[in-house]
């Protein structure tokens, strides 16, 4: 195992910043940790470092405890968001600092600097100031000096976060390949979603210091434990409502909104089920039918080349739906005016129910309600 | 096209009163820049060129004697050659105190904090108070030789010995000089990115001898240049603490170029021509000595 993180406490003053953190990546593996900004993650990365010390627990690197140990002595190397290159240093000594720190013999480090230059395409910019090359340069200038100290883990700190859109997913590409030709470990810090499922084999999801889920991307986005996770994998988000118990029957329950009649219902085979539940069905799995259950009212429709983003009005909250370009109604899809009602259907399977406390509940759905039918329901009694 | 010609000319007018006011807002402060600064400059550029004695009413035209006679006194190229070594010590020496005071302050504790503003106090007394109180502090009775006294030294009246007077003088300036340059040092060293110095850590630059060679001092160089410079014109302009304390003596132990202009026009001769002159040569010298550290400067900025 490359890193083990036993239960890690970090705090800044009253802030918290780690709760009781526990990690564990293997020799390879590329672990992201997700989470909002002020979630912990970096705090986590500078620990493993040693460039912040914790309040309490152990930071294990190939089975060393390694709690005061001095960063550059780790064995870990950090790739820094904006790279952090020496601003007065030319890239070869950027890139040799390292080697010479060490007092290496000066050939063995020109060979060294030249090996890595050549595996991430800079030979040409060696001679250059890092307020010479470009954004991208200047990545690849940050990969090669992590790669010449030869670590057991990289530590990458949103090391895209400065870089242009389409740049960025670039790059994503060579971090995946840097990831296949160096079989090192990399703990990847990010807030960005698409970057963890796009190259992480696991992503430890963290908020406000405490880890929420981890997994692989897939289960992560198929099997999410908490709405926290839930809502931040995936875009556009997952939608959430409120739904409440029905005062008529405790196994049905109704969407908590002003309007008179809820625009579906749901009916569980459990009836000791909490009074409240968070409701979540992402963008993607409405199905847009004209005998569907969920009765929506649209607000405006994006054309977006492969779907259509919807913005549509349920009961009293917004939500998006994506549906493909294929979909039709009676009306041409591109014909609908705002305002005009909508029917769409989803799968038992695809809701995902949230107890009081945003932990997932796994109750079978028995049935969805159109709201004719709970209309009659209440009607009836 | 009536109609955007008359909105241009309208523009027009609008930007010339706005110009108007712009000159109206400065021009207080232009006239006392005008009156106090460039208007004496050139007047004593002029009278530098003429033998002028305001007390004798002689005033002719004697084109650069006077700049001649002031090269070849003996006594002001004896003046500004101690103003020199008095710079290359002073400046030297409060450089490098103002880096080590910046580097040991530079937290954001609350005991650096309280350090920073006690090690500010020198920055901020009126030369003259603080010469009054040095005057004390170096005689024979006072603080330094009360200290060596128990190392069984002689007492040394400092300001009286030929010796020491000027070395007690450099003292004195370093010591309230010094805290200055370590505030510009400070905002220096917070344009160093946090995570620079945490990639130097991790390469294993840990020693603070390494840190100051690869990091501080070449990320900080362009701040000590800012600072040498402001070092030089200060010591080449010495006065107050001189006039106040030794008058350039004892034996002209301590006389420096402001004072031989100083002593010129108001105590001996009267002779204002001459001491202009003297001005000129002191500001040429100042001049030329910043502007060989600005051809230096270009080339070591790495913003």
Known sequence: ?381 | MNNTSTKNKRRKIDLKLEARYGYLLVAPLMALIVIFTFFPAIYSFAISLFHYNPFGHQVFFIGLANYDSVLHSGLFAKALLDVLYYTVVVVSIQTILAFMFAILFNHKMMISRISRAFVFIPAIVSSVALSIIFIWVFSDQGLINYFTSFFGIKPINFFFSTTYAFPAIMALNIFSTTPYFMIIYLAGLQTIPRSVLEAASLDGVKTGWNRFRYIYAPMLNFTTFIVVILGIIGSMQLFDQIYVITDGGPSHATYVPLMFIYNRTFIYFGDVGLSAAASFILFFAILFITLMQRRYLKETRWT
Request: hydrophobic fraction near 40%.
């Open chain 1, 1 to 381: 195992m490359a890193i083990e993180l036993k239960k890690l406490n970090m705090a800044y003053g009253s802030t918290v910043a780690l709760k009781d953190f526990d990690l564990h990546v293997d020799d390879g593996e590329f672990v992201a940790i997700l989470g909002p900004s002020g979630g912990g993650k970096s705090t986590a990365l500078r620990i493993i470092a040693g460039l912040v010390l914790q309040d309490s627990g152990d930071v294990i690197i190939n089975g060393e405890v390694m709690n005061n140990i001095h960063p550059s002595e780790r064995n870990v190397a950090m790739v820094f968001q904006n790279q952090a290159l020496y601003p007065h240093m030319t890239v070869y000594n950027n890139i040799a600092l390292n080697l010479r720190m060490k007092g290496i013999p000066k050939q063995e480090i020109d060979r060294k600097v030249r090996e890595v230059a050549n595996i991430v395409g800079i030979t040409s910019i060696l001679d250059r100031k890092p307020k010479e090359i470009s954004g991208g340069q200047a990545q690849r200038v940050g990969l090669a000096r992590a790669m010449i100290r030869d670590p057991v883990v990289y530590l990458m700190d949103e090391p895209l976060t400065g870089l242009d859109a389409k740049f960025r997913d670039e790059m994503r590409e060579e971090l995946i390949k840097f990831h296949r030709i160096t079989k090192k470990s990399i703990i990847y810090v990010t807030h960005d979603q698409i970057e963890a499922m796009s190259m992480a084999d696991r992503i430890v999801v963290l908020n406000n210091g405490i880890k929420i889920q981890e997994g692989s991307p897939r289960d992560l986005y198929d099997n999410p434990e908490h709405v926290f996770v839930a809502t931040f994998l995936g875009s556009p988000a997952m939608n959430t409502f409120r739904f409440r118990k029905s005062t008529e029957d405790p196994k049905l329950f109704i969407l908590d909104s002003t309007t008179e009649v809820s625009p579906f219902g749901l009916e569980f085979a459990d009836k000791t089920l909490p009074d409240e539940l968070t409701v979540g069905i992402r963008p993607n799995d409405f199905i847009l039918s004209d005998d569907g259950e969920i009765k929506v009212v649209l607000q405006s429709l994006e054309f977006l080349g492969s779907v259509i983003q919807m913005r549509v009005k349920l009961g009293d909250s917004e939500l998006i739906i994506t549906v493909s370009r294929e979909s039709r109604t009676k009306t041409d899809i591109y014909d609908l005016k705002p305002e005009s009602p909508l029917r769409f259907s989803v799968s038992s399977e695809r809701f995902y129910i949230f107890g009081p406390d945003d932990r997932r509940l796994k109750n079978p759905i028995i049935k969805v309600h159109p709201p004719e039918a709970i209309m009659k329901k209440t009607q009836g009694k």
